[in-house]
């Protein structure tokens, strides 16, 4: 449940934020996670009720934008739609693809007051 | 924002932030690397599931090197502070960080570890992740090298059913060869595997507890200690 201690860290992040952007409450926040991440946008989301208690995002709505993964293929020189880490060009069944899309996971923005 | 239209409140505004969610983590994994690399600490994060092998491999390896180089630990489990005892009869210094519910190391527990061992300029320093193969992928901890053990008692398909973990690794090591003859355990489907994830994944093959192959990963940490 690594979930749980990477919105800590999010809600520590914005904490942080907070001061120099001049904001005492969290209303949304905008995440874009990669679907080839290592976090499951559901258990983020209970992850986030549990660490959003008494923080400055307490009752925050967190929405998860999903990024698809996305590799190149050497071979065939295309860009190709991945579902995992491991998955082979669908045209040529080739491996290994170089990841160019959904490995990360960012806060993109958030709605304060 | 309004929930009847949809607009935003009059207070209420956007504020882009545009940092990776790891960012706080990766800030204190940085921290951490600078430290080792100012005192010239080649780091070693050994990940695993639990029952692979990794505190016997650990001992082993200290046993052999202690005389070469100064060695510490840091150990991390939910609970107890077993390892750590074990891992201290050998001599070295070892903290024990018990994570509680928690399924991973982060760089700060790391950093705080750290104070407490001060590790010596130019030393080994192990790390000895929480027996998981899912969540300390994502954690950098500021280590020289990631190092995952698999034994020949587990799946050869773990490569792929894991892949984050095996994604992030530097080496591979496979443990418990004594018992191949015993096993149904395709080594060489389990190294392409693991390439299939990693291209430039490193393999070794070993037994911690017969000696098979420990020389090699002996010679694997004095030559990654120059060069990394």
Redesign the interface.
Known sequence: ??EL??CE??I???QE?AKA?H?KQI??IQ?EVGKL???EPDALIVAFNAAAKDSIAENAALKVNEIPGLGWCDQCALEVTIE???DTCPHCNG??LEIRQGD?????????? | ?CTVCGC??E???????????????NRCATINRNYFRGRNIFCLNLLSSPGSGKTTLLIETIKALNNEFSVSVIEGDQQTSFDAERIRKTGVKAVQINTG????L?ARKIGRAIDELKPAPDSLLFIENVGNL??P???DLGESCKVVVLSVTEGADKP?KY??IF?AADLMILNKIDLLPYVDFDVERCFE?A???N?DIQTLQLSATKGDGMNSWLNWIRQHRKTT
């Open positions: 449940m690594h201690s990477l860290d999010m520590g992040l914005l934020r952007d904001y209303k949304r995440l991440s290592c976090v995992q880490r491991f491996y290994p990360k996971m960012r806060i993109k923005h958030v709605e304060v007051i | 924002m935003h409140d207070q209420s505004r956007l504020i882009s932030i545009e940092q990776d969610i790891l960012s706080k983590n519910k928690g399924c991973h982060s899912v969540c992928a994502a954690f792929l892949p984050d994604h595997y390439r299939r994830v291209p």
